[in-house]
């Protein structure tokens, strides 16, 4: 039974509420207002793709999806760079339906694919992205530079 649909602007404010649990467990500081601007702002300016899970009208989890480009392949390429699940709802396969979710995006749109990053001590995902049919690379290495800026 599908549960998930395209965010739509009616959903701002639950989204938000789940955005600021999904940051919350990255310990970052709760910040709802700034989690609904941001989330409005990604829906207004179409620079993001989020899918929500809903169990009877209440928002469960979320992907949102970025587009980036390869290159050497000369194609787009999705980021699914956030995944959550509210902790009350997991192990109802949520997150299985959210990453179909992103595949039919990446199917629809022509990409080469979905890439994502997840910590070594997440079990959960590292579970969870083989069994959906990801394959982790071990030949590269990620790095990050940081604007200290911000």
Same mark, same amino acid.
């Given at each position: 039974?599908?549960?998930?649909?395209?965010?739509?602007?009616?959903?701002?404010?639950?989204?938000?509420? #789940?955005?600021?649990?999904?940051?919350? !467990?990255?310990?970052?500081?709760? +910040?709802?207002?700034?989690? &609904?601007?941001?989330?409005?702002?990604? #829906? &207004?300016?179409? +620079?993001?793709?989020?899918?929500?899970?809903?169990?009877?009208?209440?928002?469960?989890?979320?992907?949102?999806?970025?587009?980036?480009?390869?290159?050497?392949?000369?194609?787009?390429?999705?980021? /699914?760079?956030?995944? $959550?699940?509210?902790?009350? $709802?997991?192990?109802?396969?949520?997150?299985? &339906? /959210?990453?179909?979710?992103?595949?039919? #995006?990446?199917?629809?749109? +022509?990409?080469?694919?979905?890439?994502?990053?997840?910590?070594?001590?997440?079990?959960?995902?590292?579970?969870? $992205?083989?069994?959906?049919?990801?394959?982790?690379? +071990?030949?590269?290495? !990620? $790095?990050?530079?940081?604007?200290?800026?911000?």
């Amino acid at each position: 039974m599908k549960n998930t649909r395209k965010a739509t602007f009616e959903d701002i404010s639950q989204l938000a509420e #789940l955005f600021d649990q999904y940051r919350i !467990f990255y310990h970052k500081e709760s +910040d709802i207002p700034s989690a &609904e601007n941001f989330l409005k702002e990604r #829906l &207004e300016k179409r +620079d993001s793709e989020v899918f929500v899970a809903e169990e009877a009208g209440k928002l469960t989890g979320f992907v949102q999806l970025y587009p980036i480009f390869s290159s050497t392949r000369m194609q787009r390429y999705w980021l /699914l760079n956030d995944l $959550y699940v509210n902790e009350n $709802y997991r192990g109802k396969g949520y997150s299985k &339906e /959210l990453i179909e979710e992103a595949k039919e #995006l990446c199917r629809l749109s +022509d990409a080469c694919g979905i890439l994502l990053e997840t910590g070594k001590n997440n079990d959960v995902g590292n579970q969870l $992205y083989p069994a959906c049919g990801f394959e982790r690379y +071990d030949s590269v290495n !990620f $790095y990050e530079w940081t604007n200290k800026i911000n």
